[in-house]
């Protein structure tokens, strides 16, 4: 039975070999982990598909391969190999042997290759007009890109290791090693994009450097990636959650007597959510080349903090079919499955909106990074009692309602201000007229 390399997301097309729990000739038993995943989007594990005997591995540790990719085989009892015996011997011993030759150079960073995300960065530098102009360069990922186009490399000089001779990451870092210093005054390292080393400060302890671990890496080099390929444009709007939080205080305690856990503003705010989106069709969207594409359902990823140990993103699949209570249960299941490893590929697919909530630790408000390819991503901050004034028919009053700002990062090729604004204030005026009783 072969192994293969798993779809983490619809745009997700390659992912990067993390770890593998098993070596040729282990048993294995169904759904028992088999090897980590990464890609620029997760990082997960991938079980065992059936119980038997690892016969082959034909990918490295670091080394990235497209999704559908043959891992590894597995040997099933009373089940013919897919490949022929010699076949399967021979890829594994190349992939103990490209390991082995890799043990001292820098860990793969995974990245996306869709073409609808990939960003080629202007480059100043005379000498080279387009360093990505090669045909070598026609599938290189995003990161690689940046990388080269950063350092001002010829693509042309720098020897592939990856399939099918293909320039990886490890490549460029391993030639930009390899290559001497280039002095650059300030000015022109300004004009260019480049820093200058910088000593370290007097004093420096080196037992107080905390090296990237793969999740931080992998969160690191999204964020950056999404930053470069968005107009990022931030918006805010102050919510008073008086009638949402009359709602929880009254089904609050029979909710958490039945389910165990508390109910809280994060599914209200999803929902309302959900239904500006429903209004607002283009904000759950992708871009796809010059034209944006509306998704016909709304499937939220809910950023979950891994002990701050990293970040993902798991996705509630179709929202708009959702109560608030079904919300909260899909999240709750979502996250514990998150801190405990336990999140599957399918977990992640098909997000179309992300929702960051920092509000549980009484931020005022955040400025979120795009979950790419998505188009706009919500942040919900810290709810404090707050003197509000209240106007009615009988004048103004002045009352303490619990408050908090919702902020909305959106990507300005999408669509512009006045469409956001919209939908922020929509937002708001659900979570604070809707009838919340009969969501729960």
Same mark, same amino acid.
């Given at each position: $039975?072969?192994?293969?390399?798993?779809?983490?997301?619809?745009?997700?097309?390659?992912? &990067?070999?993390?770890?593998?729990?098993?070596?040729?000739?282990?048993?294995?038993?169904?759904?028992?982990?088999?090897?980590?995943?990464?890609?620029?989007?997760?990082?997960?594990?991938?079980?065992?598909?059936?119980?038997?005997?690892?016969?082959?591995?034909?990918?490295?540790?670091?080394?990235?391969?497209?999704?559908?990719?043959?891992?590894?085989?597995?040997?099933?009892?009373?089940?013919?190999?897919?490949?022929?015996?010699?076949?399967?011997?021979?890829?594994?011993?190349?992939?103990?042997?490209?390991?082995?030759?890799?043990?001292?150079?820098?860990?793969?960073?995974?990245?996306?290759?869709?073409?609808?995300?990939?960003?080629?960065?202007?480059?100043?530098?005379?000498?080279?007009?387009?360093?990505?102009?090669?045909?070598?360069?026609?599938?290189?990922?995003?990161?690689?890109?940046?990388?080269?186009?950063?350092?001002?490399?010829?693509?042309?000089?720098?020897?592939?290791?990856?399939?099918?001779?293909?320039?990886?990451?490890?490549?460029?870092?391993?030639?930009?090693?390899?290559?001497?210093?280039?002095?650059?005054?300030?000015?022109?390292?300004?004009?260019?994009?480049?820093?200058?080393?910088?000593?370290?400060? $007097?004093?420096?302890?080196?037992?107080?450097?905390?090296? @990237?671990?793969?999740?931080?890496?992998?969160?690191?080099?999204? $964020?950056? $990636?999404?930053?470069?390929?968005?107009?990022?444009?931030?918006?805010?709007?102050?919510?008073?959650?008086?009638?949402?939080?009359?709602?929880?205080?009254?089904?609050?305690?029979?909710?958490?007597?039945?389910?165990?856990?508390?109910? &809280?503003?994060?599914?209200?705010?999803?929902?309302?959510?959900?239904?500006?989106?429903?209004? #607002?069709?283009?904000?759950?969207?992708?871009?796809?080349?010059?034209?944006?594409?509306?998704?016909?359902?709304?499937?939220?990823?809910?950023?979950?903090?891994?002990? @701050?140990?990293?970040?993902?993103?798991?996705?509630?699949?179709?929202?708009?079919?959702?109560?608030?209570?079904?919300?909260?249960?899909?999240?709750?299941?979502?996250?514990?499955?998150?801190?405990?490893?336990?999140?599957?590929?399918?977990? @992640?697919?098909?997000?179309?909106?992300?929702?960051?909530?920092?509000?549980? #630790?009484?931020?005022?408000? &955040?400025?979120?990074?795009?979950?790419?390819?998505?188009?706009?991503?919500?942040?919900?901050?810290?709810?404090?009692?707050?003197?509000?004034?209240?106007?009615?028919?009988?004048?103004?009053?002045?009352?303490?309602?619990?408050?908090?700002?919702?902020?909305?990062? #959106?990507?300005?090729?999408?669509?512009?201000?006045?469409?956001?604004?919209? #939908?922020?204030?929509?937002?708001?005026?659900?979570?604070?007229?809707?009838?919340?009783?009969?969501?729960?």
């Amino acid at each position: $039975m072969n192994v293969l390399m798993p779809q983490l997301g619809e745009t997700v097309n390659e992912g &990067t070999i993390a770890v593998w729990h098993k070596k040729v000739g282990d048993a294995v038993e169904k759904n028992e982990p088999l090897l980590d995943v990464e890609t620029d989007k997760a990082a997960v594990e991938v079980p065992a598909s059936d119980t038997g005997v690892i016969s082959a591995i034909n990918v490295a540790e670091g080394e990235t391969v497209d999704v559908g990719t043959v891992l590894a085989v597995i040997d099933v009892a009373g089940e013919k190999s897919d490949e022929p015996k010699a076949v399967v011997e021979n890829a594994a011993e190349k992939a103990v042997e490209k390991a082995a030759s890799e043990v001292s150079e820098p860990a793969a960073v995974p990245t996306t290759s869709d073409s609808a995300n990939s960003v080629t960065p202007m480059v100043s530098n005379p000498s080279v007009s387009d360093p990505l102009a090669s045909n070598s360069a026609a599938r290189l990922s995003p990161s690689v890109r940046k990388l080269v186009a950063e350092h001002k490399l010829d693509i042309a000089t720098i020897t592939g290791t990856g399939k099918k001779d293909r320039v990886t990451r490890q490549d460029v870092l391993a030639f930009i090693g390899k290559a001497p210093a280039v002095a650059v005054s300030a000015p022109q390292a300004a004009v260019v994009g480049r820093t200058t080393p910088v000593p370290a400060p $007097m004093g420096t302890d080196s037992r107080s450097l905390i090296p @990237f671990d793969r999740i931080r890496k992998l969160t690191g080099d999204h $964020m950056v $990636m999404s930053k470069a390929t968005s107009p990022h444009v931030l918006q805010a709007v102050e919510v008073d959650y008086a009638g949402v939080d009359a709602v929880r205080k009254s089904v609050g305690p029979a909710w958490r007597a039945d389910k165990g856990y508390s109910l &809280t503003y994060l599914p209200f705010i999803a929902k309302a959510i959900v239904m500006g989106l429903v209004e #607002f069709p283009k904000i759950n969207s992708s871009i796809v080349g010059e034209a944006l594409q509306l998704h016909p359902l709304i499937n939220l990823g809910i950023a979950v903090d891994l002990n @701050f140990e990293g970040l993902v993103v798991p996705v509630v699949q179709d929202c708009a079919s959702r109560s608030v209570g079904q919300i909260a249960e899909a999240i709750k299941t979502l996250s514990d499955k998150a801190r405990s490893k336990g999140l599957t590929p399918d977990d @992640f697919a098909g997000g179309t909106y992300t929702i960051s909530n920092s509000g549980a #630790f009484g931020t005022l408000m &955040t400025a979120p990074v795009i979950n790419q390819p998505q188009t706009a991503i919500m942040s919900t901050d810290g709810i404090r009692k707050r003197p509000v004034v209240i106007e009615s028919a009988a004048g103004d009053s002045i009352a303490i309602r619990p408050v908090g700002i919702l902020a909305q990062s #959106f990507d300005h090729r999408a669509f512009d201000g006045a469409y956001s604004a919209a #939908f922020l204030n929509r937002v708001r005026n659900i979570l604070e007229q809707h009838d919340w009783s009969s969501e729960v």
